[in-house]
């Protein structure tokens, strides 16, 4: 592979027969002879393989460098009067492990164990409100779902190179429902324009802010997506806009999907090499065509599948779970299981990972 090769982006491509193999190995449907649905994850993985590895997408905790959430928080109340916010200290934030965030709320991680449950919530769908501060002064956010981190997909990338004979040729596959990708439908841009150097009444402070954000939007919209998307969103907002207006070209955004089960998926050829390096000159996240360098999509989403060409392996990052699932030999579960960078444990096909707990 030349080097202008291996910096260029992934070429889309319109042969989603490839993935036909996928469907036909899914059995989560009601099985008529057993008189019971298929396995839990019968929709998502395919039958065929040893293992079935889960990596988890790691937590991120944040705490102010000096002092505590509730100092930070009185201060960050006297700059708002004030208008000093030099005052206020830094933030330190980091990515962390499931483990770790098991230990700081006492937790005990398990293979089935849910994002939301270690950080003691009883109901999908809640968030940290930003004043849940941990004893140890830490502030934890749940994991992305639907995107492992970058690293930690090089991380899993170099090993699953090692477990393919093909590991230059293969199928990266994107969700077509991300915001932004296939039109520019569904996206909007804010700000904050800052305070108004004239006392203004309430009316005219709430006029001036939503004629900020109007303009806001609109520049943002015609840098991301030209000026024609621009012009729709405000001469025609209640119309969709077209296939082709978002970040992926007309070809790509108009083109053949891969359908799954409740899901559709646009390819792009690529091989699991070429994710072994995140960033940097050659790095995957700038051969992406589904980012735009504006973290529209994030910083840098990862795609939702991934296959090589001799299929032996299938990475899944299903949109709605906290972790990724790699179905694969014994030796490619082993080696993920002890790669260094890439918290991983073993489940089956049969382990439920939306309401309930191994």
Do not use: K
Request: charged share 25%; proline share 6%.
């Amino acid at each position: 592979m030349t080097t202008d090769a291996a910096s260029a982006p992934f070429a889309w491509t319109s042969e989603v027969g490839r993935g036909a193999w996928i469907a036909e190995g899914l059995d989560g449907d009601w099985d008529d002879e057993l008189r019971r649905w298929g396995p839990a994850l019968g929709d998502i993985v395919p039958v065929g393989f040893d293992a079935l590895i889960r990596v988890l997408h790691p937590f991120s905790r944040d705490r102010p460098a000096t002092g505590s959430w509730a100092d930070y928080w009185r201060l960050e109340a006297e700059a708002g009067v004030s208008g000093d916010w030099d005052e206020l200290p830094g933030i330190t934030d980091e990515l962390v492990s499931w483990r770790a965030a098991a230990e700081a709320h006492g937790g005990d991680l398990r293979p089935g164990s849910l994002a939301f449950r270690l950080l003691g919530f009883e109901e999908y769908g809640r968030q940290p409100d930003g004043t849940e501060v941990n004893a140890d002064g830490w502030r934890y956010g749940l994991p992305a779902e639907g995107d492992l981190e970058p690293e930690s997909l090089a991380a899993v990338a170099r090993v699953l190179a090692e477990h393919t004979g093909t590991p230059a040729r293969g199928i990266a596959a994107v969700w077509e429902g991300w915001g932004g990708l296939v039109s520019a439908q569904g996206v909007g841009f804010f700000g904050w324009p800052g305070d108004s150097r004239l006392p203004l009444p309430v009316w005219a402070e709430r006029l001036r802010v939503r004629v900020w954000n109007r303009t806001f939007d609109f520049r943002m919209r015609r840098q991301r997506f030209g000026l024609r998307a621009a012009l729709h969103a405000v001469l025609l907002p209640g119309v969709d806009q077209p296939d082709g207006s978002g970040v992926l070209p007309r070809e790509a955004a108009a083109g053949l999907r891969l359908e799954l089960p409740n899901r559709a998926y646009i390819c792009f050829e690529a091989g699991i090499a070429d994710f072994a390096v995140a960033e940097g000159p050659g790095g995957w996240c700038s051969r992406a065509p589904w980012i735009d360098g504006e973290d529209l999509l994030g910083a840098c989403q990862g795609p939702n599948l991934i296959w090589p060409e001799d299929r032996a392996w299938f990475l899944i990052s299903e949109i709605d779970f906290d972790s990724t699932l790699i179905a694969c030999s014994r030796a490619c579960a082993d080696a993920l299981l002890a790669a260094s960078g890439v918290e991983a444990v073993e489940i089956t096909r049969d382990t439920p990972l939306w309401d309930a707990e191994d």
